[in-house]
């Protein structure tokens, strides 16, 4: 009798545990802080404060930041005849990770500046200054108002906007890229889908039946049509390197696969071959684009 209490204990408590994450998933995911703790100005650039209003009537805020005039892309529009300012360069739509805000992506803006690159990085709704809370529907309708706000009032082409998302960006800028035709989608660091990622980190748990938030990659990527990179880290101890494989093989072409070193949260900063391999990658494009 007394086993028979014992294994009805350990059961219901399993079950109250299952039931607690089911319900908690949100904090499983997204670690949103508020607090900006610097600006661009922090490290030299110079930087315009956007607000975005998605079809939700959510406001979002983030930074737009001009690409430098006589580097990289500007050099190229006036060898082709076109306006080499720093407004008209070819511009990333960037989407970041789950944890913290923009100003915590300020290596990543130096990054992309220095690679000729103007940069529009957002906070999703509930982080920074961002209103709302964070969702996966929510996320996707992000994304799409900025990428609209890009495309129609700032009246960039849509040949013109890299999407480049990193770790849980990667999934929304994925999401994105199957309803708009970017110049080039760029993924750092993705998971192919929340639920694999949540099944071999909580093995315990039965997350395949109990998740709510899919963000399903490795299902989206083959509907994208535009040049993809896959950039991901052989070392990365959160999102293993056999995540960027399987999206990389469920991928259309055109596609490349980028191996770098480090771990998931500075991959792109120590990595040697990360700035060399995307820069090849987006002179590519770059030499490719009407």
């Known amino acids: 009798m007394v086993l028979v209490w014992s294994v009805l204990a350990v059961g219901l408590g399993y079950a109250l545990i299952v039931t607690l994450a089911a319900l908690q998933q949100d904090k499983l995911i997204y670690f949103p802080e508020r607090h ?5 100005t922090a490290i030299g650039l110079r930087f315009e404060e956007v ?11 983030g930074w737009f930041v001009p690409a430098a005039i006589g580097t990289g892309f500007a ?3 006036s060898a082709a005849g076109r306006p080499a300012t720093d407004e008209r360069a070819p511009v990333v739509l960037f989407c970041h990770g789950n944890a913290g805000n923009i100003s915590h992506r300020l290596d990543t803006l130096l990054l992309l500046h220095e690679l000729g690159l ?12 961002s209103e709302g809370r964070p969702s996966e529907p929510g996320l996707y309708r992000d994304a799409q108002a900025v990428w609209s706000y890009l495309t129609q009032e700032r009246g960039y082409d849509p040949g013109e906007v890299v999407l480049w998302g990193r770790s849980l960006g990667g999934a929304v800028v994925t999401e994105l890229a199957t309803h708009v035709i970017p110049r080039a989608l760029i993924l750092e660091s993705t998971f192919t889908s ?3 990622l949540g099944a071999e980190v909580y093995r315990w748990l039965p997350v395949r039946w109990m998740a709510r938030m899919r963000y399903d990659t490795v299902a989206k990527i083959g509907a994208v049509t535009c040049a993809k990179l896959i950039v991901h880290s052989r070392d990365d101890e959160i999102v293993p390197f056999s995540h960027g494989e399987r999206i990389y093989a469920h991928a259309a072409p055109p596609k490349e696969l980028l191996a770098i070193a480090g771990s998931h949260q500075d991959g792109f900063l120590v990595s040697g071959s990360y700035r060399s391999g995307v820069s090849l990658f987006l002179t590519q494009i770059g030499a490719e684009a009407p």
């Not at 103007?118 to 200054?129: K, P, W």
């Open 36 to 40: 900006l703790a610097a600006t661009p």
């Open 118 to 129: 103007a940069v529009l990085l957002f906070d999703y709704r509930g982080y920074g200054r």
């Open 51 to 61: 607000a975005v209003i998605t079809e939700d009537g959510v406001r979002l805020n």
């Open 194 to 196: 929340a639920v694999d």
């Open 75 to 77: 050099d190229e529009r």
